[in-house]
């Protein structure tokens, strides 16, 4: 017998498969596909990178226009360059607390969420800031004491939003009678007087002939531009805000982020509580009244869409100072407050009509140039 040697089979080989790409940052993608677009001198104006910068030219024009109404109604006050410069001046200053409140609110709105607290939670900070205990710490306990004020509420508000499920709708509408509510019973629905001269001189300063309440408001807007459109913070604001579950695939942490967006919104309140206190020189429960609403519509106005996913905080600001122009325009003309209301309403409906417009329609009809060109 003949030894037979098994003859080896051949094991087949198993096929390799494709390795796994790392998740990717939705608004990085955005990012890159917008700059590999058209490279041209105008692509910034063309592509849906300038819609930004075209809604903002088109709130300049708006700017314009109220002044030549201005000019037209009031023209012996325009014809004294000292009064248009002090009256500039006022419109800024006049729009400098809200202007620091719409920041905090753009973050939230393109972060697609709404809130509704934010001023309940400027009187709750201004409230606490200026009570006798406070106080006694000096300035630098009252500043700390607003922001850590805001800044805890904010919390709350994302926490219940982001862990508790609960719609910021609702949530913040209850935030905004529970903070009304307690800000009504520390003060004992009494004014409360702020015996700081540092607080006090805030509002009064000037420096270089400009008050110090519109260097705040550059600050903060130019802090909240450069977080929203050069960190990574602001491109997950984004990302989040446009589709929250593809944010959620791609490895962004969608409730501690929704959650952050809220305690930055409420540090804007926080340092909005030390502006209004300034100005005043005091502060109650009363204090900060419907300044949701104005943050709201001044960020729509800038082109923040309500969905969230887009949105400019040189755009919010535009549509703060429109707003302050409009009630300053109102106010030189002795007009009633009910006419300037519903002038606000107007211009809240025009806009959201006109994002719609934009998105539904407009949209549709470049893409289908694009498409037309390209062959």
Not at 35 to 53: M, P
Not at 78 to 95: F, S
Request: charged share 10%.
């Amino acid at each position: 017998m003949s030894d037979a040697t098994p003859t080896p089979t051949a094991t087949p080989e198993r096929p390799q498969l494709p390795a796994q790409s790392p998740p990717v940052d939705p608004a990085e993608t955005a990012v890159a596909s917008n700059k590999s677009g058209s490279g041209g001198k105008l692509s910034w104006w063309r592509g849906d990178g300038g819609d930004g910068a075209k809604r903002n030219l088109g709130l300049i024009g708006v700017l314009a226009a109220l002044i030549v109404v201005g000019a037209v109604t009031k023209p012996d006050l325009y014809g004294d360059p000292n009064w248009v410069w002090n009256n500039v001046l006022a419109i800024l200053q006049l729009a400098s607390v809200v202007g620091v409140v719409t920041v905090g609110m753009t973050f939230v709105i393109i972060g697609g969420g709404i809130d509704l607290s934010v001023g309940a939670i400027v009187a709750l900070a201004g409230v606490w800031c200026t009570t006798v205990a406070t106080q006694s710490y000096g300035a630098a306990g009252m500043i700390f004491t607003a922001l850590a004020v805001g800044i805890c509420v904010g919390l709350v508000n994302g926490v219940l939003i982001s862990y508790g499920r609960l719609v910021p709708f609702i949530a913040t509408l209850a935030m905004l009678v529970a903070a009304r509510g307690l800000a009504a019973s520390i003060s004992n629905k009494q004014t409360q007087v702020s015996s700081s001269t540092f607080i006090n001189d805030i509002a009064a300063r000037k420096v270089i002939g400009i008050p110090i309440l519109v260097y705040i408001l550059g600050a903060v807007v130019l802090a909240g531009w450069v977080v929203l459109n050069r960190t990574t913070f602001g491109r997950r604001t984004i990302a989040v805000g446009g589709n929250p579950e593809a944010a959620r695939l791609a490895g962004i942490n969608v409730r501690r982020h929704t959650m952050l967006l809220y305690a930055l919104s409420g540090l804007c309140c926080g340092i909005a509580a030390i502006m209004l206190t300034s100005q005043a020189t005091s502060a109650q429960a009363a204090m900060a009244n419907l300044y949701e609403l104005d943050a709201i519509a001044a960020a729509i106005i800038g082109g923040t869409l309500l969905s969230g996913g887009r949105g400019t905080i040189v755009g919010s600001l535009l549509g703060v100072i429109i707003f302050a122009t409009i009630t300053n325009l109102f106010a030189i003309n002795g007009l009633s407050i009910e006419a300037q209301n519903m002038v606000k309403g107007g211009i809240i409906v025009a806009a959201v009509l006109v994002q719609q417009f934009q998105f539904k329609s407009v949209t549709r009809l470049l893409a289908r140039n694009r498409v037309t060109t390209a062959t």
